[in-house]
């Protein structure tokens, strides 16, 4: 599959004044006015698969109350154009009403949103229930920066099992109304590596700490210094074990997000910071295959020009090695369709900068990136169906 996305991330700030304001992504981007020019340029690209989602926090008014205006129009326009969704249903934020992810009853709603959501648009297939959980409970609860605005491990354990918990309530949910669903669960591809040997007992508490999603998620069993961690900040012997008896029984592909900040460096005083592509994605993702030994999909990536053509090469390179290495590979993602607004902050600065990150500018003109895109989607395309053909024709799938 080839895809991109429509960033729709809508997390809550705080401005330097105090005042708390919803940063929504859609809105800074123009998609809200421009939506049917942004599924038109997806066509004209040649992609066929999209990773989108109407904003929780605007449909789910309230409990069992919703507002499908926007989505109605949007989906069904997707669904005349032939462009598969990939529906993601929670991108880093809540409604008001809800508060944030420190809520208790945030999974019980949010599955009740995705069972509405599935029973109006009962022909999709595809879902990403809940957008980079580890990204949403760090960023929330253990760096300060969004939502619950915490910075404590024990909050940060808190977001994440709600997190969690929400993700698999969603799946059983959407599975008892589309008993197809196909579940790719979009999650940050992370690494710590040590700077001196003295941090590398933290570098692995961290490179264990990373999979905590995913493993709450799909039922992993967790190491005792995993366990003890949870336990320690909240998480009840209960509380774990209802992921172990709550594995999901539908199909998932392990969605790999990569960015050029996913590693980081870990120093003597115990900070991290961005430390490049050291390992890149090929390294990283067989880490996580190794782990769940789940099919895979590259659900984002991107970089700002000038150096975004290189960066398409180099991960799309990184795709097709892993494909011929025997993992099972399913897709391939530029995210996103336009510029993005503020990510140069993580949205943390209502400032206004444009991030050259799209495959089109906000005013809807293509950038090189969009033109590379294009024409590796038409020139791979082809190919990668002949090679699919071969390898059924091969025995014992040929008779």
Same mark, same amino acid.
Request: with cysteine.
């Given at each position: 599959?080839?895809?991109?996305?429509?960033?729709?991330?809508?997390?809550?700030?705080?401005?330097? =004044?105090?005042?708390?304001?919803?940063?929504?992504?859609?809105?800074?981007?123009?998609?809200?006015?421009?939506?049917?020019?942004?599924?038109?340029?997806?066509?004209?690209?040649?992609?066929?698969?999209?990773?989108?989602?109407?904003?929780?926090?605007?449909?789910?008014?309230?409990?069992?109350?919703?507002?499908?205006?926007?989505?109605?129009?949007?989906?069904?326009?997707?669904?005349?154009?032939?462009?598969?969704?990939?529906?993601?249903?929670?991108?880093?934020?809540?409604?008001?009403?809800?508060?944030?992810?420190? =809520?208790?009853?945030?999974?019980?709603?949010?599955?009740?949103?995705?069972?509405?959501?599935?029973?109006?648009?009962?022909?999709?297939?595809?879902?990403?229930?809940?957008?980079?959980?580890?990204?949403?409970?760090?960023?929330?609860?253990?760096?300060?920066?969004?939502?619950?605005?915490?910075?404590?491990?024990?909050?940060?354990?808190?977001?994440?099992?709600?997190?969690?918990?929400?993700?698999?309530?969603?799946?059983?949910?959407?599975?008892?109304?589309?008993?197809?669903?196909?579940?790719?669960?979009?999650?940050?591809?992370?690494?710590?590596?040590?700077?001196?040997?003295?941090?590398?007992?933290?570098?692995?508490?961290?490179?264990?700490?990373?999979?905590?999603?995913?493993?709450?998620?799909?039922?992993?069993?967790?190491?005792?210094?995993?366990?003890?961690?949870?336990?320690?900040?909240?998480?009840?012997?209960?509380?774990?074990?209802?992921?172990? =008896? =709550?594995?999901?029984?539908?199909?998932?592909?392990?969605?790999?997000?990569?960015?050029?900040?996913?590693?980081?460096?870990?120093?003597?005083?115990?900070?991290?910071?961005?430390?490049?592509?050291?390992?890149?994605?090929?390294?990283?993702?067989?880490?996580?295959?190794?782990?769940?030994?789940?099919?895979?999909?590259?659900?984002?990536?991107?970089?700002?020009?000038?150096?975004?053509?290189?960066?398409?090469?180099?991960?799309?390179?990184?795709?097709?090695?892993?494909?011929?290495?025997?993992?099972?590979?399913?897709?391939?993602?530029?995210?996103?369709?336009?510029?993005?607004?503020?990510?140069?902050?993580?949205?943390?600065?209502?400032?206004?900068?444009?991030?050259?990150?799209?495959?089109?500018?906000?005013?809807?003109?293509?950038?090189?990136?969009?033109?590379?895109?294009?024409?590796?989607?038409?020139?791979?395309?082809?190919?990668?169906?002949?090679?699919?053909?071969?390898?059924?024709?091969?025995?014992?799938?040929?008779?």
């Amino acid at each position: 599959m080839f895809a991109t996305g429509i960033e729709n991330s809508y997390p809550m700030i705080t401005l330097p =004044n105090g005042t708390r304001k919803r940063v929504d992504e859609m809105e800074k981007c123009g998609h809200y006015k421009l939506w049917k020019q942004d599924f038109d340029l997806v066509k004209e690209t040649g992609i066929d698969v999209l990773r989108y989602g109407p904003a929780y926090y605007n449909v789910h008014e309230a409990p069992g109350k919703y507002n499908w205006d926007f989505a109605d129009e949007g989906f069904a326009y997707l669904k005349h154009q032939e462009i598969t969704p990939i529906v993601d249903l929670c991108h880093f934020g809540v409604p008001d009403w809800l508060g944030d992810f420190q =809520n208790p009853d945030f999974p019980q709603y949010f599955a009740e949103y995705a069972r509405a959501f599935a029973k109006r648009f009962s022909y999709i297939r595809f879902y990403t229930p809940v957008n980079e959980i580890f990204i949403a409970a760090a960023f929330s609860a253990l760096y300060g920066w969004w939502n619950e605005r915490k910075t404590d491990e024990r909050s940060f354990v808190t977001a994440l099992k709600n997190l969690c918990k929400a993700n698999v309530l969603a799946m059983q949910a959407i599975l008892e109304i589309q008993p197809d669903a196909v579940f790719i669960q979009s999650e940050s591809s992370e690494y710590f590596h040590p700077e001196t040997p003295d941090c590398d007992p933290l570098a692995s508490f961290l490179n264990q700490k990373r999979f905590l999603s995913l493993d709450l998620s799909y039922g992993y069993p967790i190491s005792v210094v995993m366990y003890e961690y949870l336990l320690e900040n909240g998480m009840t012997k209960a509380e774990y074990r209802w992921f172990e =008896n =709550n594995l999901i029984k539908g199909s998932c592909v392990m969605g790999n997000d990569y960015y050029l900040t996913n590693e980081h460096m870990v120093h003597e005083d115990g900070s991290t910071s961005a430390a490049g592509e050291i390992f890149g994605y090929y390294v990283i993702t067989h880490q996580y295959y190794s782990r769940y030994k789940l099919p895979v999909m590259h659900t984002e990536t991107n970089i700002a020009e000038p150096n975004s053509i290189r960066w398409l090469q180099t991960q799309w390179a990184n795709v097709r090695r892993l494909k011929r290495d025997g993992i099972p590979i399913y897709g391939f993602t530029w995210y996103s369709l336009t510029d993005q607004v503020d990510w140069d902050s993580a949205l943390r600065n209502d400032a206004g900068n444009v991030n050259s990150l799209g495959l089109y500018d906000l005013d809807r003109k293509i950038r090189p990136v969009g033109e590379a895109y294009k024409n590796l989607i038409k020139q791979w395309k082809t190919a990668i169906e002949a090679e699919s053909y071969v390898l059924y024709l091969k025995p014992p799938y040929f008779k």
